[in-house]
C-alpha cells in the first residue's frame, strides 16, 4: 500500500474536540453530524509486537483493518476505537469504552465492546 491510497474521511458537520487522534495506515471513515468527545483515540491499525528482541517503537505496524463511524454517531470522551471496529449510524460510545467489533445503529454502549 502507498501513501496515495491512504483516506481519512469525515463527513460534514462533524465535531471533534481537543486531543484526539485519529489515524489511518489504510481507511477511517467518519460520517457526517458525528460527535467526538475530548481525548478519543481512533485507528485502523494498531503496533507490531510480535518480536521481542526488537523495540516495539521499531517494529511497524500490524492489524490494519478499515474503520468505519457512522451518521450521527456520539463517541464519548477517552474512548478507543480499534482496527476494523464499525460504529454504527447514530450508536453512542461511552466514555473511557474500548471498540473493537461492530456496534449496531441507535444502540448504547459502554466498556470493552468486542463482536
Do not use: F, K
Request: with cysteine; glycine share 14%.
Amino acid at each position: 500500500m502507498t501513501a496515495q491510497n491512504v483516506a481519512i474521511t469525515i463527513g460534514d458537520g462533524t465535531s471533534i474536540a481537543g486531543s484526539c487522534v485519529i489515524s489511518a495506515a489504510e481507511s477511517v471513515r467518519i460520517g457526517v453530524r458525528v460527535s467526538i468527545a475530548r481525548g478519543t483515540y481512533i485507528a485502523d491499525h494498531a503496533h507490531a509486537y510480535d518480536r521481542p528482541e526488537i523495540a516495539i517503537a521499531d517494529q511497524g505496524i500490524a492489524n490494519i483493518a478499515p474503520v468505519v463511524v457512522g451518521d450521527g454517531a456520539w463517541i464519548g470522551e477517552n474512548a478507543i476505537v480499534s482496527p476494523g471496529a464499525t460504529i454504527g449510524a447514530g450508536a453512542i460510545i461511552g466514555a473511557n469504552s474500548v471498540v473493537t467489533g461492530t456496534i449496531p445503529p441507535h444502540s448504547l454502549a459502554i466498556g470493552i465492546l468486542r463482536a
